[in-house]
RNA sequence: GCCCGGGUGGCGGAAUGGUAGACGCUGGGGACUUAAAAUCCCUUGCUCGAAAGAGCGUGAGGGUUCGAGUCCCUCCCCGGGCACCA
């Protein structure tokens, strides 16, 4: 039943179609069926507690559009929803309140669905997922341990990025020049134990996978930069009156004539052993002073270079120079070998180093446009490629070519084998937080962890590397243990508190009847110490991880539960999973470009190897929703005042206004303003629709006849329009698609009369853009809803062809006139035509014609001097 | 600094190498109305002109082409990414 509006009242028409598609769960996705699935997917949210802002419904519009008409098209949509619900500010805001993030976030999720719900998006919200509920993480937990037992995952002592006001690490992907990402707090590094992913194992894979994903380039392109593959070659330099070398990593092999001196890290182990005597304060001095820095000073650009001289030489295995070793904070230990070999004729580090410390500059590259022999004209630094000089038996080889043979050359020398280099780090995987997964894993130590040895049918195997997983403290050593699966999912305990501790370790830490358990290695049970007195063999005493989950966890597989959110199986159903496969299209955000979506890959492609998926890659195709700025043009903030609040604009104008217009902006992938009064453009669209189809008593309008045949013209741009619409929602160009249909509404305005048929095909076209309107005039045609379900038209190609067509003539490029001509006229008719018009005529007077061109349909272009 | 995008009316934006400015907003004029809202009609790139019309015009300059917003080169500006990764 449609409504009783007898005008336009969206506030009428839209909840009552929504409480439609809900009773009749028109946009519930079935498992299984005849028709070929397709799988909208947007990028999970994370539920606010200030609700949706503008931007949220540009992307989710565009997915809900995709979906309608792919359901329209005959296809099976999966097209749900979910929450990234764990994460810092559900945790700050309970540590601010008391209360705990359990709470908080159940009342954020109720807020934004209801929010969703009121833009009438066709999710199919019966296979809503929760990061945080217990039966989603539990999958979470599981994965882990798949990563645990094939050896990706480890704990390292290593400094992190703490943040001392978040009261957390962070990993190097949440730090922007020095400061959090989120809250923008300074960083510090410190010593924690952490859990950390072998992302590294797949950087090759990562970056191989990327070349056939219909992706943004600009993201394909951010995640090869974040991978950072570079090819070179380590090389081995003696120190004079040393036995150890220093091995330099370098992409310029073809330069080593041109070294003048080699550069190590101050934290290189070499550093303070080959230091002489002579020069030990002041390299003390320099490394002490380098450990004071933060890491923003040290790779501040701007910073003049420094360095100081070891005193130690180290000889050219080319042609047995000696070469000055120093220490100079410019070479990080973190990337290749931590030491470089620096030609400042080809490098501008190296040279600015030497304008500072005055050494010398060999010149060992020529640019190919230099005609002078010595290279006096290619200017230095010199980074490009060029012809060799000054390089012995390689000089006037082309330096690229070269390289292959120097690296073979001195190969065969023992001083060099070629090496790929990466600039990806291993994942910094745990947080000292409340809020997030709890690690599987409990701890014990050496003795017991060996006579685990005596329970071959251990349930703690099941998860065991072959590697085990150790570290120490206070001079003992502990022994990582895998939960095994039936004792997922390991739910987080209650807490007092939610503060961090001010060691460094979660709050989870201070849950002292959850943290101290005993644990049983012959059955794999594991309880709390308060709750048993101290047990005996099989029992050992344990304590749990008590590090969290970063957000990142839930989100790199969350898509994959939708297809099967209530299994208590298997995370997903293999059959499922062969029906729905992975997400046909993928929208979201820009900002994610490396974080999750490279996180995402890498959990998928370890999936694939271990047999548990089908394919590596998770997102074939791609897409990122531009942002909406505020009207003054600038980013929406409150701070600025220039928000724009989904809710008050539904109020005022609609849903369907509100999801049309975001459309409308203009390309779906660009930044773009907002306009208070653009969207009163949007809503005179549709009152215009209505009165098309509706009368002031609410009937149908009599301007809408029964007749088979549409008129010719009113019937071309019909076709046109679904033509145009059909593609443009293809291709995503949804602002175009709309200024058609706008464009198609004005024929209807003048027309006299429509046809029946001509009113229901523009209403298909019009519903996925704004449903609640399309299935209201729907069901007014007297056709059964939901619209979605009726087929996608399609337009007739030879409709669309004109009889009379509108030829510009053209003088010497510049427009003289306009002929009306039967299309399907001959070129020397139209020239003939062309010429004798009287416009083009005072043009021609009293010249010479040379050229004639006629491109049929389009144009002619007369050529005179 | 390097690597990508992008610069089109007053504004958001359209334009497979073929009539630049579709569509919408804004502005101006008019109709309907007691009035307003709503709606409809005309108009709206710039300059000259009463008009017909002419000239100019897609960041700047050059080039290719019968023809360039679109292709090529140089430069300027804006946005994004990376940033001592050897």
């Known amino acids: ?31 299984f069926g005849d028709k070929p699935p397709y799988y909208v997917l947007d990028m999970l949210p994370y539920p606010s507690g200030t609700g949706l802002h503008i931007g949220h419904p540009e992307g989710y519009t565009a997915s809900d559009i995709l979906a309608r008409y792919k359901q329209s098209c005959g296809h099976n949509v999966l097209h749900p929803m979910g929450w990234d619900a764990f994460g810092l500010p559900a945790e700050q805001h309970a540590i601010a309140t008391g209360t705990p993030p359990a709470d908080n976030t159940t009342k954020n999720i109720d807020n934004f669905r209801r929010q969703l719900k009121r833009f009438g998006f066709s999710y199919d919200w019966q296979r ?10 539990r999958w979470t937990q599981w994965i882990f341990l798949q990563l645990f037992k094939y050896g990706l995952a480890y704990v390292d002592d290593k400094p992190v990025w703490w943040c001392p006001a978040l009261g957390t690490v962070l990993s190097n992907e949440e730090i922007i020049d ?23 194992a797949y950087a090759d894979n990562l970056l191989e996978g990327l070349k056939d994903l219909q992706w943004p380039d600009s993201t394909k392109r951010q995640q090869t930069a974040w991978i950072g593959r570079s090819e070179g ?19 310029r092999p073809d330069t080593i004539y041109g070294a003048s001196f080699l550069v190590i890290a101050p934290e290189h182990p070499l550093a303070l052993k080959i230091t002489t005597t002579e020069h030990k304060e002041a390299v003390e001095q320099y490394i002490q002073n380098t450990k004071q820095k933060s890491d923003l000073a040290r790779t501040d650009l701007a910073k003049e270079k420094t360095g100081v001289f070891t005193g130690a030489y180290a000889i050219n295995p080319m042609n047995g120079e000696k070469l000055s070793v120093w220490i100079a904070d410019y070479v990080l230990l973190t990337y290749g070998t931590g030491a470089v070999m620096a030609v400042p004729c080809n490098d501008a580090r190296d040279y600015e180093f030497t304008q500072r410390y005055d050494i010398p500059i060999p010149k060992v590259i020529k640019s190919k446009d230099d005609p002078t022999e010595d290279g006096s004209q290619t200017p230095m630094p010199f980074l490009g490629h060029g012809t060799l000089i000054n390089s012995g038996p390689y000089t006037g080889m082309d330096s690229k070519e070269s390289i292959p043979k120097m690296i073979a050359d001195l190969e065969a020398r023992k001083h060099a084998q070629a090496t790929v280099n990466y600039k990806l780090r291993d994942w910094l995987f745990s947080r000292q937080r409340y809020w997030g997964e709890p690690f599987p894993i409990i701890w014990i130590n050496e003795e017991d962890f060996q006579s685990l040895d005596n329970y071959p049918n251990s349930p703690f195997r099941e998860f065991l590397p072959k590697e085990p997983i150790a570290y120490e403290k206070d001079g003992e050593r502990f022994y990582a243990l895998p939960l095994p699966d039936s004792a997922l999912p ?36 594991v309880v709390s110490r308060q709750s048993m007195e101290a047990p005996s063999t099989p029992w050992v005493p344990a304590r749990r991880e008590t590090n969290t989950m970063p957000q990142w966890a839930g989100s790199c597989w969350y898509f994959l539960r939708y297809l099967d959110p209530k299994n208590d199986k298997v995370f997903v159903d293999p059959k499922v999973l062969e029906y729905w496969g992975f997400p046909d299209f ?40 531009g942002i909406i700025l505020g009207e003054d043009n600038t980013k929406m903030s409150k701070s600025r005042g220039n928000t724009v609040d989904p809710d008050t604009v539904i109020e005022a104008y609609g849903a369907d206004a509100l999801r049309l217009f975001e459309m409308f902006l203009g390309p779906l992938e660009d930044m773009k303003p907002w306009n208070s009064k653009g969207i009163e453009g949007i809503a005179r669209f549709l009152r215009k629709i209505w009165r098309e189809y509706i009368d002031g008593e609410g009937k149908l309008n009599t301007k809408i006849v029964d007749e088979a045949k549409e008129a010719p013209s009113l019937e071309r741009v019909l076709h046109e329009t679904i033509k145009k619409v059909t593609q443009d929602i293809e291709g995503l160009r949804f602002n175009t698609a709309i200024s058609q249909m706008m464009v198609f509404v004005n024929h209807l305005q003048k027309a006299n009369t429509f046809t029946r048929n001509t009113a229901k095909i523009f209403i298909q076209l019009l519903t996925p853009f704004a449903p609640h309107l399309g299935e209201e005039l729907w069901e007014r045609l007297g056709e059964k809803p939901s619209a979605s379900n009726a087929s996608w038209p399609t337009w007739d190609e030879s409709l669309l062809h004109v009889d009379e067509i509108t030829i510009p003539v053209q003088v010497n490029g510049k427009m003289r006139a306009e002929l009306s001509l039967p299309a399907s006229i001959e070129q020397a008719e139209a020239l003939a035509a062309a010429k004798a018009h009287d416009r083009v005529q005072s043009h021609l007077n009293g010249k010479t014609l040379i050229k004639e061109i006629y491109v049929p349909k389009k144009i002619i272009n007369l050529v005179v001097k």
């Open 1 to 31: 039943m449609a409504t009783d509006s007898t005008s336009y009242d969206f506030s009428k028409i839209e909840p009552h179609w929504q409480a439609f598609w809900e009773e009749n769960q028109t946009f519930c996705a079935k498992n």
């Open 128 to 137: 809503e997922i929760s990061t945080t509920d217990p039966d989603f993480y």
């Open 178 to 200: 020095g400061r959090s990402e989120r809250g923008n707090h300074p960083v510090e590094l410190r010593n924690l134990r952490q859990w950390v992913l072998r992302i590294t």
């Open 233 to 251: 070659c380590n090389l081995q330099f003696d120190i004079e009156g040393h036995d150890e070398q220093i091995i330099t990593y370098t992409t």
């Open 490 to 525: 390991l739910k987080l305990p209650e807490v007092e508190n939610y503060l961090p501790s001010e060691s460094g370790e979660s709050p989870l830490a201070k849950a002292l009847d959850w943290v101290d358990v005993y644990a049983n290695l012959e059955t794999g049970e």
């Open 586 to 625: 993928y929208i979201g955000g820009a900002e994610h470009a490396v974080l999750h979506l490279l996180y995402s890959r890498f959990w998928f492609h370890f999936l694939h190897d271990i047999g548990i998926l089908p394919k590596p890659e998770p997102f074939k195709r791609l897409f990122h929703q």
